[in-house]
């Protein structure tokens, strides 16, 4: 690991700063956001004992790790699992996930657990809820990068 070379600074009488700083614009994501809101995609919390979902909220952005939604739900909070089901359309000839049964078949439905960082009002009286999708498989992972690298990044 290579240290930081601090140096007096006569003119400020103190220590300077190390020469290997990190810049302030530099993307620290592992993974880039898009902007889905305007498609009104909905996020069901699953039950698989019933095998259904109930529609808890509309995407607002998505990466191969996260997710953003908006509800009206006022009883989600961070630190909690969600189990959720993703349905998304298949878009320029790329299907969003990989059926894992069926191998190279396409799949335009996933199911996994959500766990919640942030949960924030909005001016329209629902909630952002936020989180990263814990136990998508890295193939899934990958597909679902390539499946939004056609969509457009958010803010």
Do not use: C
């Amino acid at each position: 690991m290579l240290a930081a070379k601090r140096q007096w600074d006569e003119s400020t009488n103190s220590v300077s700063k190390p020469f290997m700083t990190i810049a302030r614009n530099v993307e620290r994501r592992r993974y880039r956001r898009h902007d889905l809101e305007e498609l009104h995609l909905a996020v069901e919390r699953y039950d698989a004992r019933r095998n259904t979902g109930e529609v808890v909220g509309t995407i607002v952005d998505l990466s191969a790790g996260g997710i953003r939604f908006k509800t009206r739900q006022t009883h989600i909070r961070p630190d909690t699992h969600i189990r959720l089901r993703l349905r998304l359309p298949a878009f320029a000839g790329i299907s969003p996930f990989i059926d894992h049964e069926n191998p190279q078949t396409p799949k335009t439905e996933w199911t996994g657990w959500m766990v919640v960082s942030r949960v924030q009002p909005r001016d329209d009286g629902a909630y952002d809820v936020a989180g990263r999708l814990v136990d998508m498989d890295e193939i899934d992972r990958g597909m679902l990068g390539l499946y939004l690298s056609t969509q457009p990044l958010a803010a």
